[in-house]
């Protein structure tokens, strides 16, 4: 159906920045909001940012100001730019993305692999 394929996770220094890639592939008739998610070690998975299909967007307070979410609809390709990481910022990443496979008529939420971000000096 649809596979989403995650990169740009690293290690990196207070203030520093990083850029996440998730590409969402297979067969996909449509996809609707993409977004990401972070989970640190002992805490629930929480919202970072989401960007509708018209480029509405929304942002958790803690990144507001820090981090852009935008997306590339002719390559199926949602991005997280983070400005000014902070040590609370370590998680790891996951890219979520609403779409309907082909063949189908509902759509789903699909999750891709995580990637370790960590921000320490």
Known sequence: QV???ESGGGSVQPGGSLRLSC???GSIFSIYAMGWYRQ?????????AGIGSGGSTNYADSVKGRFTVSRDNANN????HMNTLKPEDTAVYYCNVNARPSGYFSRRDYWG?????TVSS
Do not use: D, H, I, N
């Open 3 to 5: 596979q989403l394929v």
């Open 23 to 25: 590409a969402a592939s």
């Open 40 to 48: 640190a070690p002992g805490k629930q998975r929480e919202l970072v």
């Open 77 to 80: 390709t949602v991005y997280l």
């Open 113 to 117: 692999q995580g990637t370790q971000v």
